[in-house]
């Protein structure tokens, strides 16, 4: 079946550096990725949607130079949180969207980001 | 309204059935899902239903759809300690995805 990985699972980091957040289709072509952000204990908001070859598009509220999503081939897209402030520690989760069915969507396992 | 709603918490005995219900907002939604969510982990999908159909069965799980009262329910027979977790209705709609708030499910041995 479809498989989407995250890396990394997990990673402590110090405010004001910056984080990668890597999602990949392991076994299917992705032309459209999505970010979500998990808070405790609540439902999944939707970042961003990324698309292959294009710039990001972006929910309201989420700022996009803070966030930013490179999604350079169809099998990988990457968040970056720039300079990263405790707020921004979350479960960050990506999903991917098979290139040939636009109602399936597979989730990667998450990623927990804790900024100290 | 406009988000898709879920009550917040159930609990059940192992052994019985439990049911999860989702109100979700659009009916032309065309696709309606049931994710599971284990404590640190991603989504997993469960199963989904087509809008033109009232049920489907996978092994333990049914799934029962009312178009006229955008009532989605998850049945899960014969409920296990480990189908504790969070589980997430989601409907496709303007070719997207739209979570509910999650309902915890938990088992009690």
């Known amino acids: 079946g479809a498989v989407v990985s995250q890396h990394p699972s997990r990673v402590i980091c110090k405010s004001g550096t910056s984080v990668k957040i890597e999602c990949r289709s392991l076994?299917?072509?992705?032309?459209?990725m999505f970010w979500y952000r998990q808070f405790p204990k609540q439902s999944l908001m939707l970042m961003a949607t990324?698309?292959?070859?294009?710039?990001?598009?972006?929910e309201q509220g989420v700022e996009k130079d803070k966030f930013l999503i490179n999604h350079a081939s169809l099998t990988l897209s990457t968040l970056t949180v720039t300079s990263a402030h405790p707020e921004d520690s979350s479960f960050y989760i990506c999903?991917?969207?098979?290139?040939?069915?636009?109602?399936?969507?597979?989730f990667g396992p998450g990623t927990r980001l804790t900024v100290t | 309204g406009e988000d898709v709603e879920q009550s917040l918490f159930l609990s059940v005995r192992e052994g019985d059935s439990s049911v999860i219900n989702c109100t979700y907002t659009?009916?032309?939604?065309?696709?309606l899902y049931w994710y599971k969510q284990e404590p640190g982990a991603g989504l997993q999908l469960l199963t989904y239903?087509?809008?033109?159909?009232d049920m489907k069965q996978d092994q333990r799980l049914t799934v029962l759809l009312n178009k006229k009262d955008k009532h989605l329910s998850l049945r899960i027979a014969d409920t296990q300690t480990g189908d504790s977790a969070i589980y997430f209705c989601?409907?496709?709609?303007?070719?997207?995805?739209?979570f509910g708030t999650g309902t915890s499910l938990t088992v009690i041995p």
């Open positions: 239903i087509f809008s033109n159909m």
């Open positions: 999903s991917a969207r098979d290139h040939g069915s636009s109602y399936e969507q597979y």
């Open positions: 989601a409907e496709f709609r303007s070719n997207q995805f739209y």
């Open positions: 659009d009916s032309s939604s065309t696709y």
């Open positions: 990324s698309n292959e070859g294009s710039k990001a598009t972006y």
């Open positions: 076994d299917f072509q992705a032309t459209t």
